[in-house]
Every structure is written in structure tokens, then in C-alpha cells.
């Protein structure tokens, strides 16, 4: 019997039976390929919230940064699907502002699962009906396959003229047991017209004998080419004139009407012209900005969202189909202005997605922004990357997507994001103005809702590439980032009270840029890539042994570095825990007591989960650390500054020669932009 070859139906039974190959819904799959037990799920602390990390998401060379609340949603909702629930007959639709990652997270995605899919034991199958040439109604067309890349099982069950015999069937040739079989009948769907006519017209030839119609079926691996729309498939907007319902559900094909005789059979209709029908087999349908459409084609998505179903001239074609959208905020609010819309947006699963706010996350999308490839001049020659080009990018950027609040400065919002300490301010703050703002009805004033995107960032890091000075010292210097993030606003952003807000919010990332030139160059005159985190580590460790009991006259205090497990001594100087905690304007014992016991609090909670945190998220107490060592402790020629700005005499010429060499040799700078920020350093531009 044929049926039982390599590639027959029954062949393809015993392996479903034996585990060896799979038949799930769409919905059910991607629920396994994010859970399967090999895949990593961390659990989060992100603005406040505990929440999940899905590692699968964060493997390979350019994955997705951030995006936790989303794609819990989104897990949450295939699964809720996978599982029966109300989701199944519904669109995933991510709603936010252009380049925030909306698109990247969708094709991530399909790009996971058709990986996925082509691991042995988890491929999709689907069937052909051959010999067609012996039913005599079908020309010169002999083999013809489901249009919508139906699995199997669909057929087997769909084999017989009625159920009860489709599952004797599958009980005598599959060998399923009566549980098997009702576990196969939960994802029961009727074949798609043209497959059933076909079937029939079979039927008709085989007589009453299995082995006969099964030696017109042939089972076929589904061919998971990105680039044939199979299995994950994605359909953009088009204009009104150009866009058609056509381009989703197919339509009559002239080539196939000269081969049938028959005027009646479904599949005189080519639905592989269409996006749908070729993720019909347990894909993923992805409508890039889904409100764009004009009506017809977003009424033609609420029968498919709702039934899931192919409908052309009363014949229906069953989808198993997985259907995420994107749109843009705009798009979306004038859609919702148009009430009579209303269907389609109730049979959406609405997911709001806001822009990166931790700046740590952002150095990775800098990054992404800056490309992986070697940069050139535009004549040609290497160009560098000014090593604090990326903290002064992404501080900037991330610093625009903060919304204006009375609890919290951007500054303190910035660091409380990224999970840092900020001074008497807590996570909960964050939390309730978070929660206070995520009730707004107007979506642009959510948390994280507006801000300069991550195209914008790429706009700005080209206006940069551009710029004569970046061409002719051969150097991205990072203090130019703000004037192109200026130009970028002052071109693109339309709103004057936006503008105004981010160019106030540059004035923020200067300072911060300042400060951290600061430590860049105290780490520089030390000769040492990590001197103020030493120093900053030392003040810490200095009042945590301040009051120790085994202190002796020497003030030596012997304590176990968390890092190495090693036994160490430290020296306590009075003098510099003072000079620091002036610096940070506790000028009363009760201050600074008070800060103290927050630093050893801070101290006893991260050293416990992260043996290697170094405070040097402190910014306070960083630059704190470094105005005493810069400020008090230099005093070659007065101070620093002096003696870099005034290289009149040998002794500064050797200093700035040394500073130079170190920036070049141990802090990753160039001639060029170590020169620069030498020369910036000395400017008092941008204090706070």
C-alpha cells in the first residue's frame, strides 16, 4: 500500500503516534519554542515591577533590548491562545511611536520560529493530491497542493465521509487509541474548499477502498523561505490606489480556468497570491502598520482576526494562523476617531509599546545604531569611535523619552530606570509616578511614550558622520553628538513644547557628559583605567571599617574583599571621608551619619546578589570623589586644569604629554579626540 511509503499519510500517522513529528495549532508551537525547558526564563526587577525575561529573545549577534512588558503581553497572549482561550480569535497589535522596536520584536520573532521549525521533529507538514490526471476534470494539471498548507491530520480527519469513520481510520491505520484521537479532534477544522472538492472528486475515482485514495495522497515537508512568504509572511500598508483585498486573500487565476472543465471547483481561485493563505499551515501573519489600510482591507482582517477563515464568493478556506499587527500612535488615534471602526479594534489585543528608559539597555541600541562595521572617513581613511560617544548618545536620547514629573528630577528618573541609586529617592516613586502617568487616556503622555527614537538616533549619529570636524580629525568626538542631536530636533521634532523639553534635556546630558570627563581624566593623570573606582570603592570600604572594633592606633583596618575572597588592609583617612562628604554638602554629623548608613545599606543589598558592584552608579558621590582628588589632592600647578591649560613651563608639557599617552595607550582615545577632550576638560562649559 502506498499509503505506507516514506512519504504516505499512514507512514506520517505512525510518526505523529510515535512522537516523531508534531500536530499542533500555530499557537502551540511558539508556546513550545519560548517555553521548552532548555530555554531560560529569568525573573526581573524592571521600573519597580518583578517580571519575566524570556532568553530566548536575547540570543544572537543583534537581538531584542528591553521590551519586558511587551513581550510578556505577548507570550502571555499566544499562550492564553495555545491554551483555548479568548486570544485565539483575536490580533496581537502593537501600538507605539515610530522607531521604538515594534517591527524589529515582530520579525525577531518570526525569525525564531522559522528556525524553530526547522529543527527534525518540530517541521510542518502538509499534503499533495497526485495523479489528478486520472480523475480527467483537471487538464493537464496532475498533482495540486492545499493552497493553505493544511497539516495531515486535517486531511486524515477529513478523510471519510463522515467523523465516525475518519476516526475508525485514524484508530485502524494510525493506530491511535480512543484518548489519542480526542486529543487530535480538540484542533479539528474542516478542509479548505478546494482540498475537499479535490477529495471528493477522489472519492468519486477510488471507490470505496482506502488503499486507493491513499495512493493519491502524497505528504510533503511546508518550505519555510523567508523570502516565499511561507510560514511567517508579512504584509505592509500600501497606498489606497495600488492595495487590494487581493493581495491578502488571492484570487481567480486565468492560467488554472484553462486547465479545469469543471466552472465550479474552488480552486480556480489561486490563494497563494495572497499573504494569508501562505501562513494558513500554523504561521505567522505580520501586518506592518495594520490602520494604514484603507477600509476594505481592514473589514477583510476583521473576518480573518474573527474566523479565522479565507472567504472568496461563499467558498471559505480555515486558517490556522497566528496574526500580529504594528501601527503608529497617530495612525491608531485617528482610526479610533472613526467609530463605526470599532469591531476591528474589540477583536485586538492592544499592547502599547514605549521607548527604551533604561540607559544602560540604550548602549546596546547606540550600538546597533553605530553599526558593526568599520567606519571610514569620506576620504576613505579610519575613522574612531571617541569612547564616550556612546554613554553621551544614550544618556541624551533616554533622557527625551522621560516624561516632566513633581516627585522625581529626569536626572533621579534616569537612574531609578536603569536600577540605580538615586540619592533619598526610591524605586517606589518611580513606580507611582509610572502608575500615575499609565492612566492617562492620551497615550503620548504615558511613561516612556515620547521621546527622540531610535531612527532619530541614527539620524543624529549621521549628521555626526558628516560634520567637516568629524572628517578631518578622523575622530566621532563625542561632545559633537549634542549638536547633532540639536540639529535633529530642530529639523524633525514639530511640537515647540517638545522641542523645548529636549533641548532642556541635552542641557542634563552635558552635565552628565562633563562629569564623566571628570573621572576620565583623573583616571588618566593616575595612570590607571579604574582609579576613582578605587577611590570610590575606598571611601566606601573606609566607613564601613570606620567604626570597627579591631582598629588600631594606625588606623589599619583588615576586611575580606567580596570580589577576590581575599583578606586586605586599608588605611582609614578621616581627611578624605570629610573632604568627600563636604563635597556632597553634608556639612552636619547627623547628615553625614545619616548618608553613611545608606551607603552600607546600599552596600549590604547589591554586594549580596552582585559581588562586583562598584557604586560607580553613584553619580553624586563619583563626582564627589573625583572634585576631591582633581581639586584638592592635584596641585601641581595650582590644580589640573592649570597646568593642562598652561603648558608654558616643561613640568605641565611633561603632564599633558603623560595624559596623552596614557588616554592613547589604556583609555581607548585617539590623538584626536584625546586632544579634544583635554581641551574640553579645561573649558568650564557645561558645569552643573
Not at 449 to 461: N, P, V, Y
Not at 468 to 474: D, R, W
Request: hydrophobic share 35%; glycine share 8%.
Amino acid at each position: 500500500m502506498n499509503g505506507n511509503n516514506a512519504r504516505g499519510l499512514v507512514h506520517h500517522l505512525e510518526h505523529v503516534r510515535e512522537g516523531n513529528r508534531r500536530f499542533e495549532n500555530g499557537f502551540q508551537s511558539l508556546v513550545r519554542m519560548i517555553l521548552e525547558k532548555n530555554e531560560v526564563i529569568e525573573k526581573v526587577i524592571v521600573n519597580g515591577k518583578s517580571t519575566y525575561d524570556f532568553q530566548i529573545f536575547r540570543k544572537g549577534a543583534k537581538h531584542v533590548i528591553g521590551m519586558f512588558d511587551e513581550i510578556n503581553s505577548l507570550v502571555s497572549c499566544i499562550k492564553d491562545a495555545a491554551e483555548g482561550g479568548s486570544s485565539r480569535e483575536m490580533a496581537f497589535v502593537l501600538v507605539g511611536e515610530p522607531g521604538n522596536g515594534k517591527t524589529f520584536l515582530v520579525e525577531t520573532l518570526c525569525a525564531l520560529y522559522r528556525r524553530f521549525l526547522g529543527h527534525e521533529g518540530n517541521r510542518r507538514y502538509t499534503f499533495n493530491f497526485k495523479g489528478l490526471d486520472r480523475v480527467g476534470t483537471y487538464g493537464k494539471i496532475t498533482t495540486i497542493q492545499s493552497q493553505t498548507f493544511e497539516d495531515p491530520l486535517i486531511l486524515a480527519m477529513n478523510l471519510m465521509p463522515t467523523e465516525d469513520e475518519s476516526k475508525e481510520f485514524l484508530s485502524r491505520y494510525g493506530g491511535f487509541d480512543d484518548g489519542g484521537i480526542e486529543y487530535l479532534f480538540q484542533n479539528y477544522r474542516p478542509l479548505g474548499a478546494c482540498s475537499s472538492y479535490i477529495l471528493e472528486d477522489i472519492r468519486s475515482i477510488a471507490g470505496e477502498t482506502v488503499e486507493e485514495l491513499l495512493d493519491f495522497i502524497e505528504i510533503v515537508p511546508v518550505p519555510l523561505s523567508e523570502t516565499l512568504g511561507t510560514v511567517t509572511g508579512k504584509y505592509s500598508a500600501k497606498d489606497k490606489i495600488t492595495s487590494s483585498a487581493v493581495d491578502l486573500l488571492g484570487e481567480e487565476s486565468i492560467q488554472r480556468l484553462l486547465h479545469l472543465t469543471d466552472p465550479n471547483n474552488p480552486y480556480r481561485f489561486d490563494l497563494r497570491r495572497g499573504a494569508l493563505a501562505r501562513v494558513g499551515g500554523g504561521g505567522i501573519h505580520f501586518s506592518d502598520e495594520i490602520f494604514k489600510n484603507k477600509k476594505d482591507l481592514v473589514q477583510v482582517y476583521l473576518g480573518v482576526i474573527q474566523n479565522r477563515n479565507i472567504e472568496i464568493d461563499g467558498f471559505r478556506w480555515p486558517l490556522d494562523t497566528v496574526i500580529i499587527a504594528t501601527s503608529n500612535n497617530s495612525e491608531f488615534n485617528r482610526f479610533l476617531a472613526e467609530k463605526e471602526e470599532a469591531p476591528i479594534v474589540d477583536r485586538c489585543r492592544i499592547c502599547y509599546v514605549a521607548h527604551n528608559t533604561d540607559y544602560r539597555l540604550q548602549h546596546s541600541l547606540t550600538t546597533y545604531a553605530l553599526g558593526n562595521e568599520a567606519k571610514t572617513t569620506l576620504t576613505k581613511e579610519r575613522l574612531h569611535q571617541d569612547p564616550n560617544l556612546n554613554y553621551a548618545a544614550s544618556v541624551s536620547v533616554v533622557l527625551t523619552r522621560l516624561p516632566a514629573s513633581e516627585k522625581l528630577t529626569p536626572l533621579e528618573m534616569m537612574k531609578l530606570s536603569a536600577g540605580e541609586v538615586a540619592g533619598e529617592k526610591s524605586i517606589k516613586t518611580l513606580s507611582e509616578v509610572i502608575d500615575m502617568l499609565n492612566h492617562e487616556p492620551d497615550i503620548t503622555k504615558r511613561f516612556g511614550q515620547k521621546g527622540m527614537g531610535q531612527r532619530d538616533l541614527g539620524r543624529a549619529l549621521q549628521v555626526l558622520m558628516e560634520m567637516s570636524e568629524t572628517n578631518e580629525g578622523q575622530c566621532m568626538f563625542a561632545e559633537d553628538i549634542f549638536k547633532a542631536l540639536e540639529k535633529v530636533i530642530l529639523d524633525y521634532v514639530s511640537d515647540a513644547n517638545d522641542r523645548a523639553k529636549y533641548v532642556a534635556d541635552l542641557k542634563i546630558a552635558r552635565g552628565l557628559y562633563r562629569e564623566r570627563i571628570m573621572t576620565e581624566m583623573f583616571n588618566a593623570y593616575m595612570d590607571e583605567p579604574q582609579a576613582i573606582k578605587r577611590d570610590v570603592m575606598n571611601y566606601v570600604n573606609m566607613i564601613i571599617g570606620i567604626d570597627a572594633e579591631n582598629l588600631g592606633p594606625d588606623r589599619m583596618w583588615k576586611y575580606k574583599d567580596p570580589q577576590t575572597g581575599k583578606l586586605k588592609a586599608l588605611k582609614i583617612d578621616e581627611r578624605f571621608v570629610q573632604s568627600v562628604e563636604e563635597r556632597l554638602g553634608l556639612k552636619t554629623v547627623e547628615q553625614r551619619e545619616s548618608f553613611r548608613t545608606s551607603i552600607r545599606k546600599i552596600y549590604g543589598q547589591k554586594i549580596s546578589v552582585d559581588p562586583n558592584y562598584d557604586f560607580m552608579d553613584n553619580f553624586d558621590l563619583v563626582k564627589a570623589v573625583t572634585d576631591v582628588r582633581l581639586k584638592s589632592d592635584i596641585a601641581g600647578a595650582g590644580s589640573l586644569i592649570g597646568a593642562l591649560a598652561n603648558r608654558t613651563n616643561e613640568e605641565n608639557q611633561k603632564l599633558h604629554d603623560r595624559m596623552i599617552s596614557t588616554m592613547l595607550d589604556k583609555l581607548g582615545y585617539c590623538r584626536t579626540c584625546a586632544q579634544k577632550t583635554i581641551e574640553y576638560f579645561c573649558t568650564l562649559s557645561d558645569e552643573n
